[in-house]
């Protein structure tokens, strides 16, 4: 079982993302499971959500403890929210950041070694009209750097989901997860 | 059929429109919401041909169901919590009027102190209204119990109204795949609903819901009795009319490794999957415990208990629920079930999950200790408050 955890603000669009990677794991034959953390999204605030994908049925319902991926929309929420909390070791952080990996190296040496990742989402989702310069929508962008960084849900199956599930804009948001794609950093910090 | 990935709120009001409900009633509440704004949809954009109803509270709501069902059309609504409670006195007389109507609940807990998360203490609460319960684990059989509650519920011998529990966030929120069948198999599974009892028409005027005096009340509760003790055979009918058809086999109890348990857990809605996920980790390490999960709890299904737990030596009941001065609801009624069989297996209870408090795998693995201690002739607690900080409550 492969279990992601994301983190972004009350209207960033973590539980859609959660959602969308759910679906298009599913798509690649995946047993799949998606949900926000407690369900109360007040804009602005702190959000969790989750999906889980597996080869064999997946009937745990418990709340997801011990991630193999992290996922961050809002970099901000370092400062108060402890993202690094129960993941596994050699586990994967995937930050919207301008940065570069190596910025958030003692990351990956809080939770004993692992993967890094940086995508400018914010930027991708900018030049792809996404929401507004103070609410960017890049939660279908991050997804196409979770395509390229962990690899185990396809970019077409990412890229036909957005598609499918995103209320507006279709093209631009399946453009953004393949800049996404293309564009994010990653390095492994032992 | 295809497979989608639906959220359990999804699943059932997909199954309200596969069911072709003539009215829909209802008054949005979390996390329920999602259902009425659905249909609504469905309904505005011509996908589905029902009048939707915006009630201005759940006790209107249900009042529009017994109207539109008591006039002979199929009526379908959902709710949760605090809209369960204010359409209480409403769910006896949808049952005593012999109404078959069908209610999806996001099973919530109730205030105060106010919480919008996962409980059981709603439907429980309304465990003797005359309606038949079932109680979903996933987003399938959220769906597929939807379907099964119509066929149960308006077949002559039982019309009574029934209503299915689906956890909230748990199931409601949460995205998972269901296998959705063809609209035609649906049509086939479930015919239109033809009432003989119930109907308007001027050419046959009929009074329903009347004054009844001493002398007949009686009569017309062990008519509802019968139809309860009824729905017993028929469900089962049902479920496996419906295995048939779409291949997925429902039971009122579904045992997993009790054949040689000395340990049985029983268990109601999501939290069953877990408790199978830890029980088939505790038997790798030889440890002899099964899982008995509840999809019927109304009419209680004895005889399936029974032959879940026949060779059990401890029986520990997880439930979401509290009957404040007793302990669980489940508890009790496994207890009496369990000891009316002239059984003496020690029966325990364990409060879990109340108000969305998460079961993790560790709470799973503290019951099975406790019973295991039990089981050892150790002295442990009837009704035991799992995973509860006791001292906080001491010192307030």
């Known amino acids: 079982m492969y279990e992601v955890r994301f983190h972004g603000r009350g209207g960033q669009g973590a539980v859609t993302a959660a959602s969308i990677l759910a679906i298009a794991a599913f798509k690649d034959g995946y047993d799949v499971q998606s949900f926000p953390h407690f369900g109360v999204e007040r804009r602005g605030a702190p959000v969790m959500a989750f999906t889980r994908l597996d080869d064999k049925k997946i009937e745990i319902k418990t709340q997801v403890y011990s991630p193999d991926c992290v996922i961050v929309l809002d970099t901000n929420l370092l400062a108060t929210v402890d993202v690094c909390k129960g993941i596994k070791k050699g586990g994967t952080i995937i930050l919207n950041s301008v940065k570069d990996p190596a910025d958030f190296a003692d990351m990956a040496k809080r939770i004993g070694g692992g993967r890094i990742a940086t995508v400018d989402a914010t930027s991708i989702a900018l030049r792809h009209g996404l929401g507004s310069k103070t609410a960017p929508i890049v939660n279908t962008a991050i997804l196409g750097a979770y395509a390229k960084v962990v690899g185990n849900v396809s970019l077409e199956s990412i890229v036909d989901t957005v598609r499918a599930e995103a209320p507006a804009k279709k093209e631009e948001n399946a453009k953004a997860v393949e800049d996404a794609y293309n564009e994010v950093k990653e390095e492994v910090f032992g | ?396």
């Not at chain 2, 000395?262 to 877990?274: K, W």
């Open chain 2, 1 to 396: 059929m295809a497979k989608i990935v639906l959220k359990g709120n999804g699943a059932v009001a997909l199954a309200i429109k596969m069911a072709r409900v003539d009215v829909v009633a209802a008054y949005p509440i979390t996390p329920s919401t999602f259902i009425p704004e659905k249909i609504s949809e469905y309904v505005a954009n011509g996908e589905m041909d029902a009048e939707f109803i915006p009630v201005e509270s759940e006790h209107s709501a249900m009042s529009a169901c017994i109207g539109a069902s008591a006039a002979g059309l199929r009526a379908a609504t959902a709710t949760s919590s605090q809209g369960l409670e204010l359409m209480h006195e409403m769910l006896f007389i949808a049952s005593g009027m012999r109404l078959p109507i069908v209610m999806g609940v996001a099973n919530r807990a109730l205030s105060a102190p106010i919480n919008i998360w996962c409980d059981h203490q709603d439907t429980i609460s309304a465990r003797d209204t005359g309606w038949i319960q079932f109680y979903a684990e996933n987003n399938q059989e959220a769906f597929d119990l939807m379907l099964i509650a119509f066929r149960v519920a308006e077949d002559e011998r039982v019309l009574l109204p029934a209503m299915v529990g689906l956890d909230a966030f748990i199931l409601t929120h949460t995205f998972e795949p269901v296998d959705v069948p063809e609209q035609r198999e649906v049509d086939d599974f479930l015919p239109p609903y033809r009432p003989k009892h119930a109907y308007l028409d001027p050419e046959r005027p009929i009074t329903q819901g009347s004054f009844v005096y001493p002398e007949y009340y009686m009569e017309f509760k062990y008519g509802q009795w019968i139809a309860m003790e009824s729905a017993r055979d028929v469900i089962d009918e049902v479920f496996a009319d419906f295995a048939s058809r779409f291949g997925r086999k429902y039971e009122k109890v579904s045992t997993f490794m009790c054949d040689d348990a000395e340990i049985v857990l029983i268990t109601m809605g999501s939290l069953s999957g877990t408790v199978r996920h830890v029980v088939r980790e505790l038997r790798n390490e030889g440890i002899k415990v099964g899982v008995a999960k509840i999809t019927v709890f109304r009419p209680f299904p004895h005889k399936e208990i029974i032959r879940a737990v026949k060779n059990a030596k401890v029986v520990g009941v997880l439930e979401k629920n509290v009957s404040f001065g007793f302990g669980g609801a489940v508890y009790g009624e496994v207890l009496a079930t369990v000891h009316g069989e002239g059984l003496d297996t020690k029966v325990l209870d364990f409060i879990v999950g109340l108000g969305g408090r998460d079961v993790r795998v560790e709470d799973v693995k503290e019951v099975v200790k406790i019973c295991s201690d039990a089981l050892q002739g150790k002295a442990v607690d009837k009704i035991n408050w799992i995973n509860v900080d006791k001292e906080a409550v001491k010192n307030a």
